[in-house]
């Protein structure tokens, strides 16, 4: 089985900074990408950014947010800066990951983590 675990979410300041962690473990073969989505109260989840051979970020976020991927320790992050209430919402990690004994690759998620960001 394959987990992905978040950490880093939190309250912040708007024009402040967090970094968002997401660690891979289990039984992996292979990651082929990975990235981050959110949901905001009553909205849909939607993607943030992606990295896997090409990266992708959401224009809503370009030139704040950077994602990026340790291949060695399977692990992505997301350093988000002038933070913006609007990006408040619930922060995923997502992964399409081979695993051992698998020949396809299966989407996997996170548990989540919360950022809010107000004065």
């Known amino acids: 089985q394959v987990q992905l675990v978040e950490s880093g979410g939190g309250l912040v300041q708007p024009g402040g900074s967090l970094r968002l962690s997401c660690a891979a473990s289990?039984?992996?073969?292979?990651?082929?990408?990975m990235g981050w989505y959110r949901q905001a109260p009553g909205k849909q989840r939607e993607l943030v950014a992606t990295?896997?051979?090409?990266?992708n970020y959401a224009d809503s976020v370009k030139g704040r947010f950077t994602i990026s991927r340790d291949n060695t320790k399977n692990t992505v992050n997301l350093q988000m800066n002038s933070l913006k209430p609007e990006d408040t919402a619930v922060y995923y990690c997502?992964?399409?990951?081979?695993?051992?004994?698998?020949?396809?690759?299966?989407?996997?998620w996170g548990q989540g983590t919360q950022v809010t960001v107000s004065s």
């Open positions: 990295t896997g051979g090409v990266t």
């Open positions: 997502n992964g399409y990951i081979t695993s051992w004994g698998n020949s396809g690759q299966y989407s996997y």
């Open positions: 289990g039984s992996i073969f292979r990651i082929h990408t």
